[in-house]
Nanobody, 126 residues
Framework: HVQLVESGGGSAQDGGSLGLSCGIS????????MGWFRETPGKVREVVAF???????TYADSVKGRFTIYLNSAKTTLYLQMNSLKFEDTAVYYC?????????????????????WGQGTQVTVS
């Protein structure tokens, strides 16, 4: 079992910056997909960015060039640095993980549904 605990978020002005962190604990894993998602009322949950254990990162078109996802080398914290924030970035942000005790379980890509989720943190841009 893996636990994810988010921190950061809050309020920022249009054009400002915020950083999110997600503490990761639980059983040791060798391969993973880890990502950030966001939800706004009335909209389908959107993937913001994700990182795979081979180093691949993927970003939603709406955040490319503005957001950066980063997992520390100890695999204990997942970060999302958000720059040049826009009003439409306002949402509840969730970190999520799909992990495996085996190597190379995600060479063909990440699943549509992740196994583990954080509690969510609000980001408001005005």
């Amino acid at each position: 079992h893996v636990q994810l605990v988010e921190s950061g978020g809050g309020s920022a002005q249009d054009g400002g910056s915020l950083g999110l962190s997600c503490g990761i604990s639980g059983y040791p894993f060798r391969s993973y997909c880890m990502g950030w998602f966001r939800e706004t009322p009335g909209k389908v949950r959107e993937v913001v960015a994700f990182v795979v254990d081979d180093g691949r990162t993927t970003y939603a078109d709406s955040v490319k060039g503005r957001f950066t996802i980063y997992l520390n080398s100890a695999k204990t914290t997942l970060y999302l640095q958000m720059n040049s924030l826009k009003f439409e970035d306002t949402a509840v942000y969730y970190c999520a993980a799909d992990v495996s005790p085996y190597e190379n379980d995600y060479v063909r890509g990440c699943p549509n549904e992740y196994n583990y989720w954080g509690q969510g943190t609000q980001v408001t841009v005005s």
